[in-house]
C-alpha cells in the first residue's frame, strides 16, 4: 500500500519546540510563515528579525538566519539589511507593544517609504511578555495591569487601528487584517502572509498583515474562552479584511 504524505514540518521551521503559552496563536502564524517561506522557495535567502516581546523567540523557532532588534527597532533594522542586501528577503515579526508604541515611528515610515520588507504584526491587544500591561491596541473597558479599572478614552484614549492608519500610505504595496481562530481563518490567514511576501519578492512595497490573537494567560482565560473572545469583541473593534492589494491575482 502506497501512502500520501498530507502534512510534514516545515523545512523553515527549527527542530525546537514552541514554548509559548497554551492558546497562544504565535505557533500557528509561525507555522504558516514557515510553510509560506517553503512554497515561495526563499528559505536559503530570508531573514528574520525578531525584535523585544514574546515575538522575540521567533527567531529560535525558525531555521533562518536572523536577528534580534532593540524594542520597537525591527523595521528600522529591517530597512537596513534590505538596503544594503537586496537580494535578501527580509521580514518582521512583531507583536502590538512592539510595533504600535515604541516603534510607532519606525512603522508609519517604513511603510510611507515603500521598504521593500514584510512585517507580520501580531495584535492580542495587550502587552504579553512583560506581565499584561495596556497596549495601543488594547480594547475600551478592557482591565490590564496598567489599566485596572477598564481602558476608557478619557484616560487613557482610543484603541490604534494600524491597518487603518497605513492603508492611506503610499508605499504600502499590501495590507490585510486576518485571525487564526479557526481551520478556514487559518487558510485565508496563509493567503495574506503570501501575499505580503509577493509584494517584496516583486518589488512592489511595504507588505504587512495583522493577525488578531490570544493572550489567554494575560486576558485571564482558558484557550477555547480566548478564542471566542477573539470573535465577540476583537474582530468588532479591529474588522478583518484587505486594505490595499497591489500584488493582485496569483499566476
Not at 523585544?52 to 537596513?80: I, K, M, N, P, Q
Not at 497605513?166 to 502572509?193: C, F, M, Q, S, W
Request: aromatic share 8%; proline share 5%; with cysteine.
Amino acid at each position: 500500500m502506497e501512502y500520501k504524505v498530507a502534512y510534514k514540518m516545515p523545512e523553515s521551521l527549527s527542530k525546537k519546540q514552541f514554548s509559548y503559552c497554551p492558546g497562544c496563536h504565535h505557533g500557528i502564524v509561525h507555522r504558516l510563515i514557515a510553510e509560506v517561506i517553503d512554497e515561495l522557495g526563499i528559505r536559503e535567502k530570508t531573514i528574520i528579525v525578531a525584535p523585544v516581546g514574546c515575538s522575540v523567540f521567533a527567531y529560535e523557532f525558525f531555521d533562518l538566519d536572523g536577528t534580534v532588534a532593540a524594542h520597537g527597532r525591527a523595521l528600522a533594522v529591517a530597512t537596513g539589511m534590505k538596503r544594503a542586501r537586496p537580494d535578501l528577503v527580509v521580514f518582521t515579526y512583531q507583536g502590538d507593544g512592539d510595533l504600535a508604541a515604541i516603534g510607532t515611528a519606525e512603522t508609519i515610515h517604513a511603510a510611507n517609504r515603500g521598504e521593500r520588507v514584510t512585517t507580520i504584526f501580531i495584535n492580542n491587544a495587550i502587552y504579553g511578555m512583560t506581565g499584561g500591561q495596556m497596549a495601543p491596541t488594547t480594547l475600551l473597558g478592557m482591565k490590564t495591569t496598567t489599566s485596572p479599572y477598564g481602558r476608557t478614552p478619557e484616560r487613557e484614549g482610543y484603541p490604534i487601528h494600524v491597518c487603518e492608519v497605513l492603508k492611506e500610505l503610499r508605499g504600502v504595496a499590501y495590507l490585510a487584517r486576518t485571525k487564526v481562530n479557526t481551520p478556514k481563518d487559518v487558510i485565508n490567514t496563509k493567503k495574506h502572509i503570501k501575499k505580503a511576501f509577493l509584494a517584496q519578492l516583486k518589488d512592489i512595497g511595504f507588505g504587512l498583515v495583522e493577525v488578531l490573537s490570544t493572550c489567554p494567560t494575560n486576558w485571564g482565560m482558558d484557550p477555547l474562552k480566548a478564542g471566542r473572545w477573539v470573535d465577540e469583541h476583537m474582530v468588532k473593534e479591529y474588522p478583518l479584511g484587505v486594505f490595499i492589494d497591489k500584488v493582485g491575482e496569483e499566476k
